[in-house]
């Protein structure tokens, strides 16, 4: 069985640094992906970044250039660093783990950004 475990977000200033992380156990052997997803209030859930098995990386327009996904391997671990975050990045994160189809979600992490 596979567990994703999602690091506490918390409250940050507008133009502070957060990082998440997402530490997967058990049957990891399957994962090609890891996906960081976020939902506002009252918003759809939405794609943030995503990093590949091989490293690559992408990121949807409004976070690209502020946020940075990684990768710790010997650790199953992978990272969000988010940068001069702004209120519109409060939202709930999640991890998912992608093999040929979504293999499971990490618990969501509150996020507020606010002064």
């Known amino acids: 069985q596979l567990q994703l475990v999602v690091s506490w977000g918390g409250l940050v200033q507008p133009a502070r640094s957060l990082r998440l992380s997402c530490a997967a156990s058990?049957?990891?052997?399957?994962?090609?992906?890891i996906h960081w997803y976020r939902q506002a209030p009252g918003k759809q859930r939405e794609l943030v970044a995503e990093?590949?098995?091989?490293?690559?990386?992408s990121y949807v327009d409004s976070v690209n250039g502020r946020f940075t996904i990684s990768r710790d391997n010997a650790k199953n671990t992978v990272y969000l660093q988010m940068n001069s975050l702004k209120p519109e990045d409060t939202a709930v994160y999640y991890c998912?783990?992608?093999?040929?189809?979504?293999?499971?979600w990490g618990q969501g992490t509150q996020v507020t950004v606010s002064s």
């Open positions: 998912a783990a992608v093999g040929t189809t979504l293999l499971d």
């Open positions: 990093i590949s098995s091989g490293g690559s990386t």
């Open positions: 058990g049957r990891i052997f399957n994962i090609i992906a």
